[in-house]
């Protein structure tokens, strides 16, 4: 990435004001509802106030809060954020206060899970399990609906009294309203179901009664589904006709949402390229005047600034940008846009960590959602400190210690740094991590860090330094099997470096992330993570968003793969167990579209001239490939440890020098950053 495209660029239109209702928002960028659970952690208004004052004061626009439900039905999970207690409501006053104090506006998401809640007793127009719920929805009473809308209208004017400047109505993603407005999952007969006017009847009412009960000044956010991408979802003409309802009855501004939890296409994660779904927002502005806002997978100030200026949006609504950088506008405005830590699209300490029940984190940014546990002071007692390895853990490190006043010089024996995020990036989608070298490249240059690349420090160049930080990572793990030194074998790392080129059958040696990242790299066209109209063929998606539901075909259909994969492992659990919660199925999708075939339980035998030879269920097999791929894990690379120990220089190791198992970029940067607060 080339820092100077950013530097100096003017980012107009973004930055320009917009009136909505009754209110001027001061510029395009509202920061997206996210799940953070830090309601739930002790100290829970406390971290939420730090959390969103952060964010207002990097100057998003408007702030949607994560969703709050309705009632008790509309929870996701027994323990989820309501708004239908007043005096609960009040409580989040602090919070609105802080946005306020910093000069933006926050509204409350009113979302209700509908069939997607995880417990008995759940809800919906229809009795129709969702395919990603155990629990089955009873189907609602007339009564039910009436007193559902009521509801909405109730917790809006809690919000109201709490300080909040309006609220956003969640119509997608697959929740409740979204389940009532599209024929896959209302079967109803009644007036909530049947035409189209009767499906977008509850959707329409509820707007209606939160404007009716919270007056003109309030800030009503619709949020509504441009491409449900399940069968049965809706076409375009009904998307617009909801739309036109929607602003009728009283809304100032629709947000989009695209794709339903349950649908086969990835709607956010890298594997989708920056600003596909800008043209399905485009067509819910050609039938609205209201303010349109686009998102999902908008995290640059160019894509944002392109979308805007080309008018297939008024507004962009990014939200894990903002975990990756609260400051994201403010350093647009401030003209040092090469200084945002973009987000990466990896889902891996966001998604993946609200879904096992933890606090949302960042994998770019280990204060988001923490922010009450570091500090921005500078050190009282600035050291003279060398950081060996100028990986993900050694800039991580770098960077926030050269922040926090120290000097640093880093010493990296390549000749660029990056270390294992080089070879990362070279999977389908992972060219963002091409932005974290830019973010750390800047931030380094700014602090004033000094860089010493292809130089491998020795102890000579350490002494003289008051700390050492062995950030060295790891090497690729060479298993010891005959015939591992055949002119077959190929390492990860020479793969995706392009040091060797693999034949036109592979066999891959290990099924863990990078197995999985190597046998995708190895069998996708890279048109497919780049462009919009490869990635919607792969995936079966109407690029002019206009069928029904925005499908052209079959999301699991397979597709044609440049090479032959075979991918092994020992264990004989089910291949791709361990990938991220929320990335996991689409690369496990991908493969299978690409013919990937996957073989566990086996035992490596040998590896010669006939390919590699395995024992499965007792029998002998030869995997018959032209390369095979070592994927099997790493070692660590820490040989200064004990030299700088001996000579008495004081030395800390981190990262992958430290652990080499279950390395990963979020582990890395963590251990960096947390170690240059305590240097
Ligand atoms: P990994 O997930 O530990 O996988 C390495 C695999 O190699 C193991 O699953 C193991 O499987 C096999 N193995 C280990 N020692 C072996 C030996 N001596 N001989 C033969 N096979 C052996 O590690 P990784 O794939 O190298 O990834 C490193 C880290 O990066 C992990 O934390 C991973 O989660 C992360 N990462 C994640 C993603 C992603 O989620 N998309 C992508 C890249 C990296 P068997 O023992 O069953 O054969
Ligand atoms: Fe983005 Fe990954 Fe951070 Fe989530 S964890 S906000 S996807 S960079």
């Not at 991580?396 to 070879?423: K, V």
């Not at 690029?543 to 264990?571: H, I, T, Y």
């Amino acid at each position: 990435m080339d820092m100077s495209d950013r530097r100096g660029r003017t980012f107009e239109k973004l930055l320009s004001p917009i009136r909505a209702g009754v209110h001027d928002l001061r510029n395009r960028v509202i920061m997206g509802s996210m799940h953070t659970r830090l309601e739930t952690e002790p100290n829970g208004i406390e971290r939420q106030v730090a959390f969103y004052r952060e964010r207002a004061h990097g100057e998003a626009a408007l702030i949607v809060t994560g969703g709050f439900a309705p009632n008790a039905e509309g929870m996701f999970d027994p323990e989820g954020p309501r708004l239908d207690d007043p005096q609960q409501a009040l409580g989040l006053k602090l919070i609105c206060d802080a946005v306020h104090q910093e000069g933006s506006l926050i509204c409350a998401q009113i979302c209700h899970a509908g069939r997607y809640a995880k417990f008995e007793g759940c809800v919906a127009p229809s009795a129709i399990r969702a395919p990603i719920n155990r629990f089955s929805p009873r189907e609602m009473s007339q009564q039910d609906i009436l007193r559902t809308v009521d509801d909405f209208a109730r917790a809006a004017l809690n919000a109201q009294a709490a300080g909040f400047d309006g609220v956003e109505i969640m119509g997608s993603e697959g929740y409740l309203i979204n389940e009532f407005t599209v024929t896959h999952t209302n079967k109803r007969q009644d007036d909530w179901g049947g035409s189209a006017d009767n499906r977008h009847r509850f959707p329409v009412e509820i707007v209606r009664a939160v404007r009716d009960r919270c007056g003109p000044g309030f800030l009503i956010i619709y949020r509504i589904s441009a491409a449900d991408l399940v069968e049965g979802g809706a076409p375009a003409e009904e998307i617009a006709a909801l739309a036109r309802k929607i602003e009728a009855s009283g809304a100032d501004i629709l947000n989009t949402g695209i794709g339903w939890h349950e649908a086969r296409v990835p709607t956010i994660a890298y594997p989708v390229p920056r600003g596909a779904w800008r043209k399905a927002a485009a067509n819910v502005k050609a039938a609205v005047s209201i303010p349109v806002v686009a998102s999902n997978r908008i995290n640059t100030p160019e894509v944002a600034e392109d979308i805007l200026a080309s008018g297939d949006a008024d507004m962009v609504s990014m939200a894990r940008p903002f975990l990756a950088d609260p400051h994201f506008v403010k350093k647009v405005r401030e003209g040092r846009a090469h200084e945002i830590n973009t987000c990466i699209a990896c889902n891996q300490a966001c998604l993946d960590f609200i879904f096992s029940d933890r606090p949302a984190n960042c994998l770019v940014n280990p204060r988001a959602g923490r922010e009450t546990e570091f500090r921005d002071t500078p050190s009282e007692t600035p050291k003279k400190v060398a950081i060996v390895g100028g990986g993900a853990a050694g800039m991580a490190t770098a960077a926030e210690a050269a922040r926090l006043g120290h000097a640093i010089t880093l010493f990296e024996a390549e000749n660029r740094l990056g270390g294992q995020l080089n070879l990362a990036r070279v999977a389908p989608g992972k060219h963002e991590f091409d932005e974290t070298l830019r973010y750390y490249a800047a931030l380094m240059d700014r602090h004033g860090v000094t860089l010493r690349l292809g130089l491998r420090a020795t102890v000579d160049d350490l002494a003289g330094f008051d700390h050492v930080v062995i950030a060295s990572g790891v090497t690729p793990r060479i298993p010891d099997i005959p015939g591992i030194d055949h002119p077959k074998v190929a390492t990860y790392a020479e793969i995706l470096c392009g040091a060797r080129e693999a034949g036109q059958t592979v066999a891959i040696m290990g099924a863990g992330g990078i197995g999985h990242d190597v046998a995708e790299f190895l069998v996708t066209h890279p048109a497919e993570a780049n462009e919009n109209a490869a990635f919607f063929d792969t995936w079966g998606v109407d690029g002019q968003f206009r069928n029904a539901g925005a499908l052209a075909g079959d999301p699991l259909a397979a597709v044609p793969a440049k090479r032959k994969v075979v991918m092994l492992q020992r264990k004989t659990s089910k291949v791709g167990q361990g990938l991220g919660i929320s990335t996991g199925w689409i690369l496990r999708n991908a493969l299978r579209k690409h013919g990937v075939e996957t073989l566990a339980g086996v035992v490596y035998q040998r590896i010669d001239d006939r390919g590699l030879h395995v024992l499965l269920n007792g029998e002998t097999k030869v995997i018959a490939a032209d390369t095979i791929v070592l994927c099997t894990g790493q070692e660590p690379v820490r040989t200064l440890h004990e030299a700088l120990a001996a000579r008495g220089i004081p030395a800390s190791m981190i990262g992958g020098a430290a652990e080499a198992a279950e390395l990963d970029a979020l582990r890395a940067i963590d251990e960096g950053v947390r170690l240059a607060q305590s240097l």
